[in-house]
């Protein structure tokens, strides 16, 4: 048996391939993880104490949220400065996000009942977890798109595209949970 | 790069390496370390149990918080069942078996160069270590460590003042298993991007030995299994420390004073926390049950019997997992329904591992043996795969739980099947696959031995504690004499704390051996077993892996 | 490189063997000896459905293990693997599971029938149990049959009123109170408890009545019994609560009914 090494700048299929078994993992569980967190919610919701408020923030998260969904969207789809506009929507949006969702759980913490309601309880605790991932997903993102940009931008950004809509929809998820359903 | 050995420093060769089999190594080292650790409170936990008025003056010089004038604290005999159960868990077993074995044994058994991820697997290992100090820090919080079993149930765990360890040992407590939760996850996508995306060109699933489909299935599982526990975990943390009620009801009157808030639910952990814990015991199960089928291969000198099968039940096995987890709350109150809809499932998943049993049976019968010490191991994982299953049945009953529900026959049980088939896939583990890791065999007079003690005293620490259980003896009690019809079992819980004392002396002979072969040990050839599977094909340890190589193609 | 090979392997499994059926020989003897508490209330198909598992337990456990050692023994110098038998696996899993679902259907009508009430024409005992760090308050509605309200702002440890009884509530005037972790029934008459918790995680496990229920706080459980002999049998909580677990002892006294009223009014004057 002869061995050939075969050297490449770029990524091999296999290490491709890598790492999007091991994104999709990663998204199975932190589905996993918001299942468990819904599924105490649903739980919940159903004891008398359960009065959910309503507020205009979650529009204003929702829109963010759609919006780096539409930037990845323009990104991938185009090439040259649009594709640069894209990613300036994304991270723009990214970081109204995180300010906004940090600005509603500051205020939540710091009120006078604090998390004694259950309705803010799991307001908290769903978009501080989301809050949480969406800065690991912005980070993986960024460095996947960095890492991909010399040899094969393409896969990166599928993978960059596949947890910026995970986030998104992880996000209209919790929304519909706290606000959407009767 | 990889030749040039000297220009790498110490700290990048063996402690930040790269190189999956130095961190697998690490892996298994610290697990060793934190096995002693979890063996003397189990010591300190038996001793109690069979001796409740012994004069632990010599230990409370060393450890003065847990005991007065000599005489251990209730908290502290809940601190230390506490503390060993979630060591001996999470921090031996998952860390040496996943984390020891798999990331040595991964990338060899499929042929590549290392894990998809180096970088990250390096990081993992070190969360995990940092996890480990963290667990052990609870040991020095100041009003005592963690002590609300490693099961946690709130409102025992969130409420400060339930109990002492309910402080910052709690905390603490909640910290460490965070942390090694995501060590655990990063090395579950490590695992599975390995074995589903790095094989070497033409070699299928099917070509793989049954210790890297139980990697497999042990990383689906983690990453399906423990984010239950995080959202749990989280839970917890908010309601100790930011006013929520997420498992607090209302009207909980602790030492007279009423405590505020309240309408939440404590049976919501209990669901939650058991989602992945009953995954978590067949994590801990399932290499095992890879390493027994892959030493009968070995050590007969013909492939397992029905390996498909094998495959197919340890898929069935980790499916139905996730299916069974309410028997552990049979007694909470839980509706007739549910139960009945768990004892299905409980019963229904000794199927396939019946499976396994007879085809093992077959692997053996009317096939040579060459009774080297890892086969001796593999044959005692066989031993204790059966009784530890079958108690298990007994448990899956709804009726006959409520008998035995927190008694110690629960505790025989899980020692049997859990802790002691995965205890004995270290074992067979590090015998078998010491030459692979150090080029040296160890000694098979002392691996016989320690074989033969542990084999024999393990079986007369817990068989004996079936019958504690039938009788009625309940789990975690400091006293069990208080009770005047437990105390006829005196005179068999001193036998069993004389056999775990004998156990533990017993382990010496491991260690000792470890220690002597890496130097002394009859030094190895590239496959001194004669097995078939990759990872002794390597030949003598190269240099660490580049990162961002490819894998070499190979060509015929 | 030479391997070293045991080359008592037969006598190995010889010690093996005997070591094994000494073993099981000693436990068939500890189990006469170490077995359950006499059974007293009418939940004798948990015995039942204990020594079935036993004996199938038993024999699964004394094959598989003499399997093992016919094993060691024969030692084949070359193997015979006989051809792939779908038949037998087949047949194996089936076996396997026939027996499974047999347990399985037998815990199932244990299940039914223990949980379903006497439905005699008497009306059950109601008690109420209520578990707190580290005793048990049991008391009966009176003849009302109505329980008085409670509340846990009005829990009073120095005035003996650990549950929080509403005194001013006229369902409250005729509860019996029993002495904290002291419970007395009469023989023989349907028992419905009714199980909440102060505090923590507590259960409440009676060892010759073969009871346990987990003890919740926020929720109130119910399940019957009937006892069936007299004496005095133990209360052991099941659930680790708190450093006083371990002496979370209480005792469950059944009288004769004749006797029982004035046992009540002994204890509770």
């Not at chain 2, 070497?200 to 030995?209: A, Y």
């Not at chain 3, 077995?35 to 020594?51: E, M, T, V």
């Amino acid at each position: 048996m002869r061995t050939l090494a075969l050297a490449s700048p770029s990524r091999s299929q296999a290490e491709e391939s890598a790492l999007r078994v091991a994104v999709v993992a990663a998204l199975s569980a932190t589905m996993m993880l918001f299942a468990s967190l819904a599924s105490a919610l649903l739980v919940r919701r159903a004891f008398e104490d359960w009065r959910p408020a309503s507020a205009a923030w979650p529009w204003i998260l929702l829109g963010f949220g759609l919006a780096a969904s539409a930037g990845i969207e323009i990104a991938a789809r185009s090439q040259g400065r649009r594709r640069v506009a894209g990613f300036a929507i994304v991270g723009l949006s990214s970081s109204l996000y995180l300010a906004g969702a940090l600005f509603v759980l500051g205020s939540l913490a710091s009120g006078e009942l604090g998390l004694s309601r259950p309705h803010d309880a799991f307001i908290a605790l769903l978009l501080g977890v989301h809050v949480l991932h969406a800065i690991l997903g912005t980070a993986f993102a960024a460095r996947v798109l960095r890492a991909t940009s010399g040899g094969s931008p393409e896969s990166g950004l599928a993978l960059a595209r596949l947890v910026t809509h995970f986030l998104t929809a992880l996000l209209v998820f919790i929304l519909i949970l706290l606000f959407g359903l009767q | 790069m990889s030749g040039d050995r000297g220009s790498q420093g110490f700290i990048s060769r063996y402690v930040f390496s790269l190189d999956h089999r130095v961190i697998g190594l690490q892996y298994l080292l610290t697990a060793m370390a934190m096995a002693i650790v979890g063996g003397l409170l189990a010591l300190l936990v038996r001793v109690q149990i069979a001796w409740p008025d012994h004069d632990y003056t010599w230990i409370s010089k060393i450890l003065p918080g847990g005991f007065d004038g000599g005489v251990m604290k209730p908290e502290f005999y809940a601190a230390l069942f506490t503390m060993h159960g979630t060591i001996m868990i999470f921090f031996v077993l998952s860390a040496a078996l996943i984390g020891g074995f798999g990331n040595y044994l991964i990338p060899l058994q499929v042929g590549a160069r290392d894990m998809a991820f180096p970088r990250l697997n390096a990081l993992s290992y070190w969360i995990y270590a940092v996890s480990s100090v963290v667990i052990l820090a609870s040991f020095f919080a100041p009003s005592g460590p963690a002590a609300s079993g490693w099961t946690a149930y709130p409102p025992l765990s969130a409420l400060k003042g339930a109990i002492p360890g309910s402080n910052l040992g709690q905390d603490l407590w909640l910290v460490a298993m965070a942390l090694f939760i995501v060590s655990f996850t990063l090395g579950g996508l490590n695992f599975l991007a390995t074995i589903m995306a790095m094989r070497r060109p033409g070699l299928s699933m099917l070509g793989l030995p049954l210790f890297t489909w139980s990697m497999f299935f042990v990383a689906i599982l983690g990453l399906l299994a423990f984010p239950s526990l995080t959202a749990a975990s989280i839970m917890l943390l908010l309601d100790r420390h930011a006013g929520s009620s997420f498992f607090l009801p209302a009207g909980v009157v602790l030492s007279g004073d009423l405590v505020p808030g309240g309408g939440g639910s404590p049976i919501l952990w209990q669901h939650l926390f058991w989602f992945l814990g009953h995954p978590e015991v067949y994590i801990l199960m399932l290499p095992s049950l890879g390493i027994t089928s892959d030493l009968f291969t070995v050590f007969t000198g013909r492939r397992v019997f029905g390996y498909k099968s094998m495959v197919i039940a340890m898929a069935l096995i980790s499916g139905m997992s996730f299916l069974v987890w309410g028997h552990h709350m049979f007694v909470s109150g839980m509706s007739p329904f549910l139960g009945s809809a768990f004892a299905i499932t409980t019963t229904l998943i000794a199927v396939p591992s019946g499976i396994k049993v007879f085809n093992w049976i077959a692997s053996l019968w009317n096939r040579p043996l060459r009774l080297s010490t890892p086969m001796l191991w593999a044959l005692g994982i066989f031993s204790l795969f059966v009784t530890g299953g079958l108690s298990g049945i007994w448990l899956g009953q709804t009726q006959v739980d409520i008998q035995l529900h927190d008694t110690a026959f629960v505790v025989a049980h899980f020692h049997i099947i859990m802790a002691g088939a995965a205890l004995f896939g270290v074992f067979a583990g590090v015998h078998y696959w010491f030459p692979l890791f150090f080029g040296r065999m160890m000694s098979e007079r002392l691996g016989i031995a320690h074989f033969l003690t542990t084999f024999v005293f393990y079986y007369a620490t817990f068989f004996p504690m079936h019958l504690a259980g039938i009788r009625g003896q309940i789990r975690r009690v400091y006293d069990p004499y208080q009770y005047e019809y437990l105390q006829p079992l005196a005179a068999m819980n001193g036998f069993i704390t004389w056999a775990a004392i004998a156990l533990a002396v017993s382990q010496l002979l491991f260690f000792w051996n470890f220690f002597t072969s890496l130097r002394g040990g009859a030094r190895a050839g590239v496959n001194p077993w004669g097995a078939a599977s990759l990872e002794w094909t390597e030949g003598e340890p190269e240099g660490p892996a580049e990162p961002e190589a490819l894998n070499p193609v190979v060509e015929r | 490189m030479q391997m070293e090979f045991p080359r008592n392997a037969g006598r190995l499994a010889t010690a093996f063997a005997l070591l094994t059926v000494a073993f099981v020989a000693w436990s068939a003897y500890a189990i006469a000896t170490a077995a359950l508490p006499p059974l007293a209330a009418n939940r004798g198909r948990i015995d039942a459905a204990i020594s079935l598992n036993l004996i199938i337990s038993g024999v699964v456990f004394l094959g598989a293990h003499l399997a093992l050692v016919l094993v060691l023994i024969r030692r084949p110098r070359e193997a015979r693997i006989p051809k792939e038998n779908v038949r037998i696996e087949v047949l194996w899993t089936v076996l396997t599971a026939a027996v499974l679902v047999g347990l399985l259907i037998n815990s199932e009508i244990d299940a039914r029938a223990l949980s379903t009430s006497s439905g005699g024409p008497e009306e059950p005992l109601i008690v109420e149990v209520v578990a707190q760090q580290f005793a048990w308050n049991f008391r009966f509605p009176g003849e009302d049959g109505i329980f008085g309200r409670t509340d846990p702002r009005l829990v009073d440890q120095a005035e003996l009123n650990f549950i929080g009884l509403d005194k001013r509530d006229p369902a409250a005037e005729d509860d019996i109170v029993m002495p904290q972790s002291l419970l007395i029934l009469p023989e023989g008459r349907e028992v419905r408890i009714r199980l909440r918790s102060m505090d923590v995680i507590h259960s409440f496990f009676v060892a010759s009545f073969r009871l346990k229920r987990d003890a919740m706080p926020g929720i109130a459980t119910e399940f019957s019994f009937i006892p069936t002999a007299t004496g005095m049998f133990e209360i052991a909580c099941a659930e680790h609560c708190g450093l006083g677990h371990y002496r979370m002892r209480g005792v469950v006294e059944v009288v004769s009914r004749v006797d029982w009223p004035a046992k009540i009014r002994e204890v509770t004057e």
